[in-house]
């Protein structure tokens, strides 16, 4: 789990679906907005839809998370970012995870 100040509020994660701009790769996307002001912040995501159980949810989010501990440092500053995991993510070891991370990431134009 990440800290506190580098989480989505469930008010922010609502304003980055509406005005977010969206990057792809093959396991997950990330929807972000760029404030310029303060701390990056990063919520996992796993939609019903694409993980049917809890437990596959929650391992899905868990790997996503452990990949987003390295990346964070890199961000821009003030970079909000939902990332939206697809059901790839469970057969892919946590290499895999963090360099699609990194790939999005940097289509997305938020790596400093």
Do not use: Q
Not at 58 to 74: D, Q, V
């Amino acid at each position: 789990m990440l800290s506190r100040t580098n989480r989505l509020t469930a008010k922010e994660i609502t304003e980055i679906f509406k005005t977010g701009k969206v990057a792809h790769t093959a396991i997950l996307s990330v929807r972000f907005v760029s404030t310029g002001i303060g701390t990056p912040k990063i919520s996992a995501i796993s939609p019903v839809k694409a993980f049917k159980t809890a437990v596959s949810r929650n391992r899905a989010r868990r790997a996503a998370y452990e990949g987003l501990k390295t990346i964070i440092p890199k961000l821009k500053v003030g970079v909000m970012a939902a990332v939206v995991l697809k059901p790839a993510v469970l057969n892919s070891d946590m290499d895999k995870i963090r360099h699609e991370l990194e790939a999005a990431f940097e289509k997305a134009g938020i790596l400093r």
